[in-house]
């Protein structure tokens, strides 16, 4: 449910009402290894059970069969000038299990080091073509400024 104030009545038609949740979910890469059917989200702490699973299934269509949660507690710190003791937020995990015949795999977010090589070698034979092709263009131009081109 929602905290936010939204006016009952507007004068004019349509009316317009948007519904606007103060949940949030963040999908995590869990440390240990799960099963494939098996999602790891960060939620809202206001976020029951019931909550998640509609959450999942009525915006983004997910089939959800079982919802664990864990709250983890902040850690402790102490502050480096000060020297107060400060203990973080703190976290609610979410175990979303999807059907059996649903397999969740994380999304590739980061390319491997040898494309990242590739792609930078293409752009850089690119580059190089383009500035020999403005050489041969102004080789007989040489008193005009390299900014001034045509």
């Keep these: 449910m929602s905290t936010r104030w939204y006016p009952l009545y507007q004068r004019g038609n349509p009316q317009l009402r948007v ?3 103060n949940f949030w979910m963040k999908l995590v890469k869990p440390h240990l290894k799960q099963l494939p059917n098996i ?3 960060q939620c809202s702490m206001e976020m029951t059970k019931h909550d998640i699973k509609n959450y999942l299934e009525k915006i983004y269509n997910v089939p959800v069969a079982d919802v664990r949660t864990k709250i983890t ?11 107060y003791i400060i203990k973080d937020d703190d976290i609610k995990y979410a ?10 795999e994380y999304p590739k977010l980061f390319v491997d080091q040898k494309e990242a090589e590739d792609e930078d070698a293409k752009s850089l034979d690119e580059a190089k073509k383009t500035f ?19």
């Design 73 to 83: 507690m902040g850690k402790f710190r102490r502050d480096v000038g000060k020297g």
């Design 19 to 21: 519904f606007l949740p």
């Design 39 to 41: 999602v790891h989200f």
């Design 132 to 150: 020999k092709g403005y050489l041969e263009r102004n080789k007989d131009r040489s008193d005009v400024p390299s900014w001034f081109s045509i």
């Design 95 to 104: 175990y979303v299990t999807l059907p059996k015949d649903m397999k969740f």
